[in-house]
């Protein structure tokens, strides 16, 4: 009897994490898929997948998170270019940039950034950080000691980017996502790399600093795509209110011939109207108002007058195309 409510308590604990269980499920499933592949339009079709898993994976996103996500994937698509294709320090195995490659980068990002709000974050705070931030030294620790004992590679280039990744964790307003981020992209790079997706190469170019296959810390590097994300988020908004401010918001009304036979059928017809909707009718049906440009809260507060004077109004008056006649009864 007690096995049942304690199956439903664990489960309930574990509800809020499990798009982030989800999303480090898929990330081995499709790198050991692009492992077996031989053909390019098979690692089109895992990119496509991947696509469709990051759309339906952001639909549990606010819609903010949402944009840094397909924000995250253009910036990440830069970088990877710059880092693969150009500088080289990696090489995919296919010698491209995979199309699940950015889509992945969005996922990381997803995982970081829900993962701000889950039950462990808020109930430990930063004691979170402190333990990610002491996992992420002793792998670089041992990346200088025991590791180049096993490997044969001095991995200097991830013990450089543990400063980076401390001062983003330690400092950072968000430092959950960089600290989540860590978790996913450890899984990221020790199963791309041991299953032959890319590799590091031994000492990178240019700088000629000698690196694991993968290097220890290398979610540092994320630190910089979130402030490249953060950047380009700000000028996308500056852009959009420049373009939006200087949109004119004018319009010159138009009166086509079904208005003005509705107009005129309502001038001759005799139909009870207040005031202010006949001398509206008046003017419009004598093109009054058509040379003047008028605004659109104009238009919007015109188009109100006629309904709360048609429908609300308590002083009707007669309207009729022939003049009005006095008489006594």
Known sequence: MGAVPFRLDVIARLKPYWLHAYLLTYTPLLLLADSRITALWQQWALGALTFVVLYLATLKAPREQRLQVWMCVIVATGFEVFGSLIWGVYRYRLHNVPMFVPPGHGLVYLFGLLAMTTPVVKQHGKRVAHFVLAAAGAWAVAGLTVLPILT?????????????????VLRSPRWALFAAIFIATGELEIFGTSF?????????????IPSGNPPSVIAGGYCVIDA???LAM???RAGLNTIITRIPITMIPRIGPSMRLLLDSRVNSGEAVSPASANLIWSLSSGENTAKPITATATNKTMATMIQSDVIDQWPMKISSSPVRNSTP
């Open 234 to 236: 700000r000028a996308y």
């Open 228 to 230: 490249s994300v953060l």
């Open 152 to 168: 044969g590679r001095f991995d200097l280039q991830g013990a450089m980017c543990l400063p980076v990744f401390a001062w983003f």
């Open 196 to 208: 032959g997706n890319w590799s590091w190469l031994p000492v990178a170019p240019w700088t000629h």
